[in-house]
């Protein structure tokens, strides 16, 4: 069985408000399909800490 890869954590959305959910949501969609269907390795974080970085930007933009 393969470990929980520590970084999802940060792709919940549901503490969020919901305007903020409906943001945040896709991205998380998209890091756990990620996380599943890709092999493990430097290239597979760097991509989702970038997924990250782009949710981070987006949140932040609804909030502002």
Known sequence: ???P???MKYFEY????????RVSK????LARQIDADTYDGPEKR????????AKDCIVR???G
């Open 1 to 3: 069985m393969r470990s």
């Open 14 to 21: 549901e503490h969020l408000p919901e305007h903020l959910q």
């Open 26 to 29: 896709p991205f998380s969609e």
């Open 46 to 53: 760097a991509g989702l800490r970038k997924l990250l970085e």
């Open 5 to 7: 890869n520590p970084i």
């Open 61 to 63: 933009a609804a909030i």
